[in-house]
């Protein structure tokens, strides 16, 4: 019953941070439009919080390169399972139009396992929310304590 | 004997049930002031059930340990309260569990936990003599600290010890971590020193963290209610006035630093104490 009552919990208070990898800031504008009157993120529980300690749910925008590929990783694991990611975008997804320039990794999945992709160039609020709807259910069914991917089998597998 | 367990225990339930109906109802018009529709009324049960449930990083086990005595002393304080004892007792209790919550912060090397941690020693520093000397008024008209005396007293206490409790809506808007003292942690996500005091906190120790001040929150707005004890409606009614002016101020208002707070603080909340408290003895 208790392991029931927190995953319904997840879905009602997902609290995400935000990490922008090297965005244009055409995906972040986008994505705090979410949180203004018009859409009101907060009327679902969602908390845009700037602390991985307290997040639930990690929304990357932006390609991932060499400098800031460690810090997304270190992001990412220092939030406490269970945990979602979410890459929005093109570039976040595949590393977009900038996907062939030597500075760069490609797109989030490369690093860290993504659970759920938003594309668009730039992503419209509906579809972020959207994206972060499907990733609640995911987030719900992860056992607590413990991710269904471990950091790094994923990302070392598409590297090579 | 049996009623005493019997109020303590309803306490121990009710307490944190209705801090966190408080925090709900704080955080829909807090959103309305803004036009935004705002999170259900039971958002923070949501929270913190799931915030128990994520998995636990502790920095060590003294973080462990101040979220847990902050917790207890936050509980003891709300059940001292509702056993009615010493106002005294209360308030030093509930001043133990803010110090261990301190201290939890002070055990990671993060530095925006340590600055956290630094401002919210401050903070007390402002609002500790504030509450001594409310107490202090209290027991001057009164003739005791016992809130079975205060309860019993048969003309309303904010009649004649207004400014004293102003002074205690200044602790109040401190206590709350309302703007403009919302300086070591605040109820929004983002601050400019990430989280402040809670930053490393995670998982179910913030959860403890969370429901302890919920129990603060009714701890506080209890000690509103004995300024009018002559009916049990105009004790919900000023409470219920005190926290929405508390709300109205929080979303007027900018957060501002600390040498502002210590001085403001300090003058303003000691002379409106020290005016009342004069005028309390000089009758």
Same mark, same amino acid.
């Given at each position: 019953?208790?392991?029931?009552?927190?995953?319904?919990?997840?879905?009602?208070?997902?609290?995400?941070?935000?990490?922008?990898?090297?965005?244009?800031?055409?995906?972040?504008?986008?994505?705090?439009?979410?949180?203004?009157?018009?859409?009101?993120?907060?009327?679902?529980?969602?908390?845009?919080?700037?602390?991985?300690?307290?997040?639930?749910?990690?929304?990357?925008?932006?390609?991932?390169?060499?400098?800031?590929?460690?810090?997304?990783?270190?992001?990412?694991?220092?939030?406490?399972?269970?945990?979602?990611?979410?890459?929005?975008? !093109?570039?976040?997804?595949?590393?977009?139009?900038?996907?062939?320039?030597?500075?760069?990794?490609?797109?989030?999945?490369?690093?860290?396992?993504?659970?759920?992709?938003?594309?668009?160039?730039?992503?419209?609020?509906?579809?972020?929310?959207?994206?972060?709807?499907?990733?609640?259910?995911?987030?719900?069914?992860?056992? !607590?304590?413990?991710?269904?991917?471990?950091?790094?089998?994923?990302?070392?597998?598409?590297?090579? | 004997?049996?009623?005493?367990?019997?109020?303590?225990?309803?306490?121990?339930?009710?307490?944190?049930?209705?801090?966190?109906?408080?925090?709900?109802?704080?955080?829909?018009?807090?959103?309305?002031?803004?036009?935004?529709?705002?999170?259900?009324?039971?958002?923070?049960?949501?929270?913190?059930?799931?915030?128990?449930?994520?998995?636990?990083?502790?920095?060590?086990?003294?973080?462990?340990?101040?979220?847990?005595? =902050?917790?207890?002393?936050?509980?003891?304080?709300?059940?001292?309260?509702?056993?009615?004892?010493?106002?005294?007792?209360?308030?030093?209790?509930?001043?133990?569990?803010?110090?261990?919550?301190?201290?939890?912060?002070?055990?990671?090397?993060?530095?925006?936990?340590?600055?956290?941690?630094?401002?919210?020693?401050?903070?007390?520093?402002?609002?500790?003599?504030?509450?001594?000397?409310?107490?202090?008024?209290?027991?001057?008209?009164?003739?005791?600290?016992?809130?079975?005396?205060?309860?019993?007293?048969?003309?309303?206490?904010?009649?004649?010890?207004?400014?004293?409790?102003?002074?205690?809506?200044?602790?109040?808007?401190?206590?709350?971590?309302?703007?403009?003292?919302?300086?070591?942690?605040?109820?929004?996500?983002?601050?400019?020193?990430?989280?402040?005091?809670?930053?490393?906190?995670?998982?179910?120790?913030?959860?403890?963290?969370?429901?302890?001040?919920?129990?603060?929150?009714?701890?506080?707005?209890?000690?509103?209610?004995?300024?009018?004890?002559?009916?049990?409606?105009?004790?919900?009614?000023?409470?219920?006035?005190?926290?929405?002016?508390?709300?109205?101020?929080?979303?007027?208002?900018?957060?501002?630093?600390?040498?502002?707070?210590?001085? =403001?603080?300090?003058?303003?909340?000691?002379?409106?104490?020290?005016?009342?408290?004069?005028?309390?003895?000089?009758?």
């Amino acid at each position: 019953m208790w392991e029931r009552m927190t995953q319904g919990s997840r879905i009602k208070s997902p609290w995400l941070l935000h990490y922008d990898c090297g965005s244009c800031n055409g995906c972040d504008i986008e994505v705090l439009a979410c949180l203004t009157p018009i859409y009101d993120l907060e009327r679902f529980g969602v908390v845009n919080v700037g602390n991985p300690l307290h997040a639930d749910i990690l929304l990357v925008t932006g390609t991932v390169n060499h400098r800031n590929k460690r810090v997304l990783r270190n992001l990412y694991e220092q939030m406490p399972r269970p945990k979602v990611v979410i890459a929005v975008g !093109s570039c976040a997804l595949t590393g977009g139009v900038f996907r062939e320039a030597y500075n760069v990794v490609g797109g989030v999945a490369k690093v860290i396992p993504v659970d759920v992709y938003v594309p668009g160039c730039p992503v419209k609020p509906e579809a972020v929310i959207d994206g972060v709807i499907l990733g609640l259910e995911r987030f719900r069914r992860k056992k !607590s304590g413990k991710n269904l991917l471990e950091p790094g089998d994923w990302g070392e597998e598409r590297r090579g | 004997m049996n009623e005493g367990l019997l109020v303590a225990g309803f306490a121990l339930v009710g307490a944190p049930l209705l801090g966190g109906l408080i925090t709900g109802a704080d955080r829909i018009i807090t959103a309305r002031l803004q036009a935004r529709i705002g999170p259900p009324l039971i958002q923070p049960f949501y929270d913190v059930a799931k915030l128990l449930g994520k998995e636990q990083i502790a920095v060590n086990v003294w973080q462990v340990f101040g979220a847990c005595a =902050y917790l207890m002393a936050s509980a003891i304080a709300v059940v001292l309260l509702a056993l009615r004892t010493d106002l005294l007792v209360i308030l030093f209790t509930q001043a133990v569990g803010s110090v261990f919550l301190v201290v939890g912060a002070l055990a990671s090397a993060s530095p925006y936990s340590q600055v956290g941690a630094h401002r919210e020693l401050l903070q007390v520093l402002c609002y500790e003599p504030l509450l001594i000397l409310v107490a202090v008024g209290v027991y001057l008209h009164v003739g005791s600290f016992k809130v079975s005396d205060i309860l019993a007293w048969q003309t309303p206490l904010l009649s004649k010890l207004p400014f004293l409790f102003l002074a205690l809506g200044c602790v109040l808007t401190i206590k709350l971590r309302k703007s403009p003292f919302d300086l070591s942690t605040s109820h929004h996500g983002h601050q400019e020193i990430v989280k402040g005091l809670l930053t490393d906190y995670s998982g179910p120790i913030l959860a403890f963290a969370e429901i302890g001040h919920w129990l603060e929150t009714v701890l506080l707005l209890g000690l509103c209610a004995l300024f009018w004890t002559t009916h049990w409606l105009g004790m919900i009614l000023l409470a219920g006035a005190t926290f929405a002016l508390q709300i109205l101020i929080d979303n007027v208002s900018s957060r501002m630093n600390w040498r502002w707070m210590l001085g =403001y603080v300090w003058a303003v909340g000691l002379s409106l104490s020290v005016v009342n408290l004069v005028w309390v003895q000089a009758r």
